[in-house]
């Protein structure tokens, strides 16, 4: 293992070598004067559809609350080499933006609006578990979800060109409404995410494992409870935009069979209450938080008593604890406007090495699926798991279902600066320690590290996770491991390292 380690490491040097001369790179860029422009759409369907996020097909019996997109667009003045800036940041009410809603939605965004960079154009998920299922591509998903074709369900490829043109509309609308405007940036906090994997006394971790048992040691690792926001002003220092970075991902009405943008939406009624501004636009970025839950792990009674006393829900108290964590620091960011700053966006595609499968995960793959064909009868459930079972054998193998493993996992990674504050994105389900690494080592004085941005990578667990196994430690669901987030956290660093120098 130490010498496939130190093999991936050159091999990454070389690759950061060769884009760090092909990349888009601002190494120097005067400060300009900013063009900012925002805008919400509702993404919710209007016909029943299949709920992603569970292992077993959920169809939705209602809208509990809207599902919306919503994008602040940038572009700087014209820099010392005459060039302009671009960049368009997205919030979707969605579980992950698969790469192909984002082929198509680039395709489709460039014969709109051709003077809109569609590589520029960032769009990631909050990860509710509450929203549509948007792809039938197993290789996407992971789970395959059976949904009637009767017509009394919307089905995954219908809501994609409803959601592809949706998208399109939130783009255009800021980006024509871009003007002259400023930022700031400030730091609140707030109790949201905790990390949901349970460590015992034998050394193996559980997701979601019972605290209250006599062998549990520890949680696996902490949590961020950093509330980082980007406000957005136009000339007359109104307030027309924020975008909030989460360490959490929105899952505390997982479960549910209803259309649920979960404590998103308390959140952003929060704030546009708290402003006075109805349509206030709200950019909800979910930072890395692949070991992290909403979900009480301990003092779950406590906490329950609490929300039952103040007469709301969890998700409520979720999305009030956000919300006036921004609204804490709104004075702050009214007395700190930058309107002349630096704006610069890179764009990478950087190569990552596959998680391999070791024996012992492919023995273990082998005998569940032969209790899984001993089985006359196999719920939904186990029909999933039987698949992931599947995936590993044949990558092990190297069967058809292996094929696409055997190429590294190209990432889009983007790195924005603004000022001070850098934003850094990348397509996982990325456990929380890479993201303090990242924004522990970061040259930036903020660095908001957003998640499921422009691809799904699946979970990139730490070594200890996968020590520890259990559902999101193992390759089941992770295409790159522990050497591959360490590349990532890596590279991303180097980059900002230059974009801020």
Known sequence: MEGSFVSNMEWFHMILGITSLIGFVV???????????????????????ALVGQLHTRISRGIETPLRAAAIALQSGVDVKGERHQ???????LTTIPASILERFRARLSSLHPDVDANRVVIS???THTAPVTSENFLETFISYPIPADGSVMQPSEYVDFLIEKLCQVVGEAWGCRALGGVSWTLG???TGENRRACYAGGEARMYGNTREDDFRRMEAGCDPGIESLFFWDRQKRLIAVGVNVACPSQEVEEQNCIHADFWHEAREYMRHGTGNPTLTVVGWCGAAGDQSPHSMFRKAAEARMARMRGISREQ??????GRAVMETLDVARADIRKDLV?????????LPRRAITLAEYREAKMSLEKYRDSKRLDATQVALRALEETIVSRFEGGPLGDPFQQPYLAEVHILRLGDVAIATNPFELFCDYGIQLKARSPALQTLVVQLANGYGMYLPTDTAVRGGSYSGKPH??????EGGQLLVEASV?????MFR
């Open 87 to 93: 960049a368009v940041l997205v919030s979707c009410d």
């Open 343 to 351: 704006f610069a966006h890179r764009l990478e595609q950087l190569p």
């Open 125 to 127: 998920a909050t990860h």
């Open 477 to 482: 669901v992770s295409l790159v491991g522990p």
């Open 27 to 49: 190494e120097r860029v005067s400060a300009s004067e900013l063009l900012v422009g925002a805008a919400t759409v509702e993404i919710t369907p209007q016909r029943p559809v």
């Open 317 to 322: 108290e979720i999305g009030r604890r956000i």
């Open 189 to 191: 906090f707030a109790a």
């Open 494 to 498: 180097r980059w900002l390292e230059k």
